[in-house]
């Protein structure tokens, strides 16, 4: 069911290596979904909530009276939640503040010289829109994961946007506005893809105000979105399809580590699932403990797809520091470590958008509960970016303040770059500011 990999004794061969074409990857176009995208976008920016009611019926089967959930139906959603899953919701909500509290930046004042200072502010963006994506699966902890951040940050305005459901009345699904309740948020939007996030980007007169982030999850639709639209509006990341990585030895346990696979393969067909060992018995255990657990789990049909997809496979490494070397250039979005002192192998880890450490820290916790963000990067782009945080809402402005003598005592200096950058007018900038001394 899943294919294996083995780059045993490779190395020592004189062959060289690129993890990064090694490591099985979904096959995720976005420039191809770019042609599907544009002229939805365009749409949009053009005929504004026509278009978007239209597109909605197209592409979600529903026909929108109007694109915002009234308050009543918010407030309804939360009255009528299972008290067991709002619980869960308020834990969820509860640890992740806890975590995203301490991600608060403070400004910071730098004397360079006397009367001269550069203070580094940390604004929050003003206005952000929230897409929580519909599909396969309901996910209100997408909802915490985007707003808790925000909050923290102290973003003023918050819109966030997901499907409709023609099971659900036109609505979202009830649990993501229930969530949305229980964190305070009122502004929500049905409407849900690439006309969704062209909405948030250009604004509906007298429906939308623009925003100016977009961030949250989806599929490669709203990926391209995000593409497109950038520059229009700030974005977090463009989501591809969810990954997990085990780096896992002799002493891991192959049912946990076949569990965490699989419930990975659940989300989506394209899911990744990848194991990284260098114990033949344990990939032998894991092969039979995938074959069962499919058999097993609800989605066995998913399941099965994706852990048979190119994108996943068992990789065979001489030791723990070649499956270090192919972790690291494969950069999943989630990396577990099940391995003998996994806490010291988990700090030689540099690239991950999460990393969960030992036996009894599976995905699963921080999909819900470690108080961890779970939008994170995919595609490999953990090499160079981060997951959602307080951070992503933030800007970081330098605000400079010399007084004359200070100015003065740096006047030469300004000049003479200015004139070795061919400025002349920068420096003469500088000049007339003292020009009634001479």
Not at 286 to 314: F, N, P, Y
Request: net charge negative.
């Amino acid at each position: 069911m899943i294919r294996r990999i083995d780059l045993r004794g490779r190395l020592a061969a004189g062959e060289s290596l690129d993890y990064r074409t090694l490591v099985p990857r979904a096959p995720i176009d976005v420039e191809a979904a770019l042609e599907a995208v544009r002229p939805i976008c365009d749409d949009v920016r053009q005929r504004g909530l026509a278009a978007v009611k239209e597109l909605t019926l197209r592409f979600d089967g529903v026909e929108l009276e109007q694109v915002r959930v009234a308050q009543g139906d918010i407030d309804d959603a939360l009255g009528t939640l299972d008290p067991r899953v709002r619980a869960a919701l308020e834990e969820s909500i509860r640890r992740a503040r806890l975590v995203h509290a301490d991600q608060r930046r403070t400004d910071t004042t730098t004397t360079v010289v006397a009367g001269g200072t550069v203070t580094e502010r940390w604004i929050p963006v003003r206005r952000v829109g929230l897409y929580v994506p519909g599909g396969l699966a309901v996910y209100p902890s997408s909802v915490v994961m985007n707003v808790v951040p925000a909050q923290a940050a102290g973003v003023q305005s918050l819109a966030v946007a997901s499907p409709p459901q023609a099971r659900a009345g036109g609505l979202p699904h009830p649990t993501i506005l229930a969530a949305c309740a229980l964190l305070g948020v009122t502004e929500v939007y049905a409407v849900g893809g690439a006309q969704a996030l062209a909405m948030l980007a250009y604004g509906i007169d007298g429906e939308v105000e623009p925003v100016d982030l977009v961030t949250g999850p989806g599929n490669v639709y709203v990926a391209a979105a995000k593409r497109l639209l950038r520059g229009v509006v700030g974005i977090d990341a463009e989501a591809g399809p969810t990954e997990i990585a085990v780096l896992a030895d002799a002493t891991a346990d192959p049912r946990h580590v076949a569990a965490d696979l699989v419930s990975q393969a659940e989300h989506d067909p394209l899911a990744a699932s990848v194991l990284v060992t260098d114990s033949e018995a344990l990939a032998d255990a894991v092969t039979a403990e995938l074959d069962l657990r499919a058999k097993s789990t609800k989605h066995d049909e998913r399941v099965r797809t994706a852990l048979a997809g190119e994108q996943s496979g068992i990789v065979l490494v001489d030791d723990l520091a070649q499956g270090l070397a192919v972790v690291d250039a494969y950069a999943a979005e989630h990396l577990e470590i099940q391995t003998r002192d996994a806490t010291l192998v988990a700090q030689r880890v540099r690239n991950a958008g999460a990393v969960f450490v030992g036996p009894w820290s599976p995905v699963s916790l921080g999909d819900y509960a470690a108080g961890s963000n779970h939008v994170l990067p995919t595609g490999g782009s953990a090499r160079h970016s981060s997951g959602l945080s307080v951070q992503t809402f933030l800007r970081g402005v330098h605000v400079v303040e010399y007084d004359e003598t200070a100015l003065r005592a740096v006047a030469d200096t300004v000049r003479t770059l200015a004139d070795a950058e061919d400025l002349p007018a920068h420096g003469e900038a500088i000049t007339a500011r003292f020009e009634d001394e001479t």
